[in-house]
């Protein structure tokens, strides 16, 4: 029987994964709010263009869901505010 040390694997095990998730068109996706746990489509989402970054907040309770930001040739992403993200 192997342990759980033994059947642990890293993150590259997960890239077919990733992929479905993060290369899918993604304003049909289904977010979770992780503040009030309310569910719906990206699109819904109220974006602010205007800084220097993109935040993303759920309209029923305006928190913070997601924020992108372009630093130094590449997109960072922090999804804190994802409870749970369903791909289409
Ligand atoms: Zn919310």
Redesign the pocket.
């Known amino acids: 029987m192997a342990t759980t040390e033994e059947m642990r694997l890293d993150g590259n095990a997960v890239a077919g994964l990733l992929g479905e998730v993060f290369a899918a068109e993604m304003t049909a996706a289904v977010v979770r709010?992780a503040?009030?746990g309310?569910a719906g489509a990206v699109a819904t989402a109220q974006v602010y263009a205007h800084g220097p970054g993109v935040v993303l907040r759920?309209p029923?309770?305006t928190?913070v869901v997601m924020r992108f930001a372009r630093v130094r040739g590449h997109v960072v992403a922090d999804l804190h505010g994802v409870g749970m993200l369903s791909a289409p």
């Open positions: 709010c503040h009030c309310t759920f029923g309770c928190g």
